[in-house]
C-alpha cells in the first residue's frame, strides 16, 4: 500500500476534498452548461450575469471573484455586455480609480428565465439528499468559502506587503 491509498484504501484523489468538489462542481455545472448555450449565453457570461441579478453594483475585482473568473477576462467580457445594453459600468463615489458594475434592466430580463432554470436544476441535484441533508451541505460550503475566503485575502495581502 502507498501513502497515496494508505488513508481511504483507494486512489488518494477519491478522497481528496478539492478533488471532490472539483469534480461536484464539473459535473453539476456542466449540465446547466448546456441550458444555458442553448439560450445563447456564454457559462461565463451567465456566471457574470446571475452574480450581478439581484446584487448591488459591485467592483470589477469582487465580480471576477465571485465568478470564479480572471478579472481581464471579466473585463474584456463586461466590454462586450456592455454594448449589448446587459451592464453598465458606474463610477465609485469616492475612489476614481475604482469602477462599479451593475446589471441593466435589460440583462436583469434576460437572466431571469436562466436563473429559474437555474432554482430548478438545483432542486433537482439536491432532491436525492433531502432539504436537511441540502440545507446541511450548502450551510457548510458556504462555511468553508467564507474561511478561506478571509485566508485567501489574507495570503494577498501578505504577498502585497513583500
Not at 17 to 30: K, N, Y
Not at 75 to 88: I, W
Request: proline share 4%; no cysteine.
Amino acid at each position: 500500500m502507498t501513502t497515496a491509498d494508505a488513508d481511504s484504501g483507494g486512489p488518494f484523489v477519491d478522497d481528496y476534498l478539492p478533488a471532490l468538489l472539483a469534480q461536484a462542481s464539473h459535473l453539476i455545472s456542466g449540465e446547466f452548461h448546456q441550458v444555458v448555450t442553448a439560450q445563447g449565453f456564454t457559462p461565463s457570461e451567465w456566471r457574470v450575469l446571475a452574480t450581478l441579478a439581484g446584487a448591488e453594483p459591485m467592483s470589477i475585482g469582487t465580480l471576477a471573484r465571485l465568478a470564479v473568473l480572471k478579472q481581464p477576462t471579466v473585463t474584456r467580457m463586461l466590454d462586450r455586455m456592455q454594448a449589448r445594453g446587459q451592464v453598465r459600468r458606474i463610477g465609485h463615489a469616492s475612489d476614481r480609480r475604482i469602477t462599479l458594475v451593475a446589471i441593466t434592466p435589460a440583462g436583469d430580463r434576460l437572466v431571469s428565465r436562466l436563473i429559474e432554470q437555474a432554482r430548478e436544476h438545483e432542486r433537482n441535484v439536491l432532491e436525492p439528499f433531502g432539504v436537511q441533508r441540502a440545507a446541511e451541505l450548502k450551510a457548510t460550503l458556504k462555511q468553508m468559502i467564507e474561511l478561506h475566503r478571509h485566508l485567501a485575502l489574507e495570503a494577498a495581502e501578505d504577498a502585497e506587503d513583500d
